[in-house]
Each structure stands twice: as C-alpha cells, then as structure tokens.
C-alpha cells in the first residue's frame, strides 16, 4: 500500500497558480507584561491597560505591544512556504471543495480520519489533482497484517 500511495504523488502533481515569497514581518509572538515574573499570569497577549503601566505608556526596553503595520501581506497571509493556502479535510465531500481551487489552497487530513478513509481521501485527492500535505500519514503496507 505504501508503494501504490508512493505512486500517486508524483513531481508534476501540482503547482501553485502564483507562487510568492511568503515574508514575515514578525515571527515572535508578542508576550504579556509581567508573564515572565508571575506564574498565574499566562503569556498570551493581553492589552496593558493601567494607568500608570510602563508598557502601554511605550518605555524605551520593554515589550512592544502589537500593531497594525505587524500585519503581514494581504496576499500571502495565511499562506505556508510551498505557495498554498491550507484547508483541514474531515471527509471526501469537504476535499470535493477544493475541486476549482486546486492551485491555491492544499488539503490537509485531520488527524481524526482513521487509515481506511485516509485511503480514501488519498485516491480521491489523486484523481481532484489537490495536494496533500500530509498524504502519507498513518498508510501502512497490508503485507504484515
């Protein structure tokens, strides 16, 4: 089984319509103040609101509070660095979605999906022509069981 899936995934499989460098203008992750000093305070970001607070009153050497120039391209946000937009796939009806879209979004299986309908999934992908990014995953060959 691994050899006919080996098969199906050959290099002219499918390319993205348009594909463009995908630059980050930030790849760290903005940390909320005073996450790093007490334990019960969690470090996804929260908007210092104080009165008095260094961090909202933008002191020089200390966190950076999220804006709008952070943003990243309109035209490549989201997108990961094969040039594709991915969409998380539960069954063959939701990869038949990506009929008309198969140059700019690529399919990935969700890692519910057992084996049996992965297999599925796969040939079905195959015949759309729609990429997969995790194609290969949890397909074991038949000749041990």
């Known amino acids: 089984l691994i050899a006919a899936t080996r098969d199906l995934f050959h290099p002219k499989m499918v390319a993205p319509a348009n594909k463009r460098a995908v630059i980050k203008k930030r790849t760290l992750k903005f940390t909320r103040h005073q ?7 969690e470090t996804g970001w929260r908007k210092p609101r104080g009165i008095d607070n260094r961090v909202r009153r933008k ?3 200390l966190y950076i509070m ?3 120039g ?3 391209n309109k035209k490549t946000r989201h997108m990961s660095a094969d040039g594709f937009k991915n969409l998380l796939v539960s ?5 038949e979605v990506l009929l008309m879209h198969n140059l700019s979004y690529a399919a990935t299986i969700a890692h519910n999906v057992s084996s049996k309908n992965r297999e599925i ?6 015949q759309l022509n729609i990429k997969l990014t995790n194609g290969n995953a949890r397909l074991r060959s038949q000749a041990h069981e």
């Open 70 to 72: 952070f943003g990243n």
């Open 35 to 41: 996450s790093d000093r007490l334990k019960r305070i």
């Open 121 to 126: 999934i796969v040939k079905r992908a195959q």
């Open 66 to 68: 999220p804006k709008i």
């Open 59 to 61: 002191f020089r050497s």
């Open 91 to 95: 069954n063959v009806k939701e990869l």
